[in-house]
């Protein structure tokens, strides 16, 4: 399975329990909760979708089918607002 | 060389600024003087802003500390003044470190409330409509946020005036014909404030962004998380002279900074029409009697 990570236009700042994100290139504004949060720390290095929900199934108190079918439908907006990327296709692009 | 102190600044300056309270001669912080640009240095940067205002003048600002202006042959002194103490300012504040907020101050209670909101809606207007009142003004358009104590922003005192449109003037009763107009081509003047002017940074408590609706009456909404941090964000002085990654990244932390210690509140106000008087009663009493903290779901565009 294809590994994820952040993209790299992004500059981020904590902001209370939010993160706050804004895209350089677009200059679009992005504010993901705490449990997001937590998702976008982990994307710091490249983790595909069964290893991300492994790691957030160890830190909160949440059943695993509900873990990945959530934490699945984050990524997945995550994806369409070009918050995070293919790793592979980094390493394809830089090569 | 002319000499002043404006912004928590000392300023030398070849042009004559005659709206800046004069000083002795000391060593300045800021030169301001007349020279012509090297083709190099006609682009902006992490350390300078380069600016082309056809007509007027080309400027050059850098480092926090210099202002070359390259005037064209027919420009007033008045029109480069504009520039020089709207957008050139702004431009040294923010290479100095400062948040530079497009909006209005005015002191309340040996604090800083801050109006922001685009133009036209109303900030200056209401700022001397406070000022009518007895209040002191901090800054106008230009709101500069010191954060050199990271956790308690401070307002810096720009300097002792305000512009106003000429139907704005005359909506709170006050004359133009004896003001000087701003700039040719608009219809906005300049109104002295000296004895109105507040001289000493203050701690920025508050921020209002004005939001003119279609709606009757005033509504206010306390801003909280991201909310808070999109109206600092927005409502940014010049954006566009943050070009690189590493200035915008600086300026993503600071407002998360200042939206951490200051309460922020979005209050609607009927387009027309503008009840200035009834505004400025509005605004004082959610000023003084403290609001419990509920928490308004704001319906700000995340975009």
């Given at each position: 399975?294809?590994?994820?990570?952040?993209?790299?236009?992004?500059?981020?700042?904590?902001?209370?329990?939010?993160?706050?994100?804004?895209?350089?290139?677009?200059?679009?504004?992005?504010?993901?909760?705490?449990?997001?949060?937590?998702?976008?720390?982990?994307?710091?290095?490249?983790?595909?979708?069964?290893?991300?929900?492994?790691?957030?199934?160890?830190?909160?108190?949440?059943?695993?089918?509900?873990?990945?079918?959530?934490?699945?439908?984050?990524?997945?907006?995550?994806?369409?607002?070009?918050?995070?990327?293919?790793?592979?296709?980094?390493?394809?692009?830089?090569? | 060389?002319?000499?002043?102190?404006?912004?928590?600044?000392?300023?030398?300056?070849?042009?004559?600024?005659?709206?800046?309270?004069?000083?002795?001669?000391?060593?300045?912080?800021?030169?301001?003087?007349?020279?012509?640009?090297?083709?190099?240095?006609?682009?902006?940067?992490?350390?300078?802003?380069?600016?082309?205002?056809?007509?007027?003048?080309?400027?050059?600002?850098?480092?926090?500390?210099?202002?070359?202006?390259?005037?064209?042959?027919?420009?007033?002194?008045?029109?480069?003044?504009?520039?020089?103490?709207?957008?050139?300012?702004?431009?040294?504040?923010?290479?100095?470190?400062?948040?530079?907020?497009?909006?209005?101050?005015?002191?309340?209670?040996?604090?800083?409330?801050?109006?922001?909101?685009?133009?036209?809606?109303?900030?200056?207007?209401?700022?001397?409509?406070?000022?009518?009142?007895?209040?002191?003004?901090?800054?106008?358009?230009?709101?500069?946020?010191?954060?050199?104590?990271?956790?308690?922003?401070?307002?810096?005192?720009?300097?002792?005036?305000?512009?106003?449109?000429?139907?704005?003037?005359?909506?709170?009763?006050?004359?133009?014909?004896?003001?000087?107009?701003?700039?040719?081509?608009?219809?906005?003047?300049?109104?002295?404030?000296?004895?109105?002017?507040?001289?000493?940074?203050?701690?920025?408590?508050?921020?209002?962004?004005?939001?003119?609706?279609?709606?009757?009456?005033?509504?206010?909404?306390?801003?909280?998380?991201?909310?808070?941090?999109?109206?600092?964000h927005g409502n940014t002085y010049r954006p566009q002279f943050l070009c690189t990654s590493r200035q915008k990244e600086e300026h993503l932390a600071q407002?998360?900074?200042?939206?951490?210690?200051?309460?922020?509140?979005?209050?609607?106000?009927?387009k027309e029409p503008f009840l200035i008087r009834e505004l400025t009663q509005f605004l004082l009493q959610d000023i003084q009697i403290q609001p419990r903290?509920?928490?308004?779901?704001?319906?700000?565009?995340?975009?």
């Open positions: 399975m294809k590994q994820i990570i952040r993209s790299s236009d992004l500059i981020t700042s904590d902001m209370d329990d939010e993160l706050v994100m804004l895209s350089i290139n677009s200059g679009k504004y992005h504010a993901i909760n705490a449990v997001g949060k937590r998702i976008w720390q982990l994307l710091e290095r490249p983790m595909n979708l069964p290893q991300l929900c492994e790691a957030l199934s160890s830190e909160f108190d949440v059943d695993a089918k509900r873990c990945t079918e959530e934490t699945a439908g984050f990524v997945a907006q995550l994806f369409t607002h070009n918050l995070v990327k293919y790793h592979d296709d980094a390493s394809m692009a830089s090569t | 060389m002319n000499h002043y102190e404006a912004f928590a600044l000392t300023i030398a300056s070849a042009l004559p600024l005659p709206e800046l309270a004069a000083c002795s001669e000391r060593k300045p912080d800021v030169r301001i003087g007349f020279a012509m640009i090297a083709d190099e240095d006609r682009h902006s940067g992490l350390a300078q802003v380069f600016l082309s205002i056809p007509g007027i003048a080309r400027f050059l600002i850098r480092n926090g500390t210099e202002v070359i202006i390259e005037a064209d042959d027919k420009a007033s002194e008045a029109d480069i003044r504009l520039f020089v103490l709207g957008s050139a300012m702004g431009a040294i504040l923010q290479q100095r470190g400062q948040l530079v907020l497009h909006g209005n101050a005015v002191e309340i209670d040996q604090q800083c409330v801050t109006f922001v909101g685009p133009s036209g809606s109303g900030k200056s207007t209401l700022a001397f409509a406070f000022q009518s009142q007895g209040f002191r003004i901090l800054a106008d358009d230009v709101c500069a946020v010191s954060l050199t104590d990271p956790l308690h922003p401070r307002v810096v005192p720009s300097f002792a005036q305000i512009k106003l449109w000429e139907d704005s003037a005359q909506a709170l009763g006050e004359s133009t014909l004896t003001k000087q107009r701003i700039h040719n081509r608009f219809n906005k003047f300049a109104f002295p404030s000296l004895s109105h002017f507040a001289p000493l940074p203050l701690p920025l408590s508050r921020v209002y962004v004005l939001n003119p609706c279609d709606k009757p009456g005033f509504s206010v909404e306390t801003l909280m998380g991201h909310h808070k941090f999109i109206a600092l407002c998360a900074l200042v939206a951490k210690s200051v309460t922020v509140k979005r209050i609607s106000r009927p903290s509920v928490m308004h779901e704001a319906d700000y565009q995340v975009q």
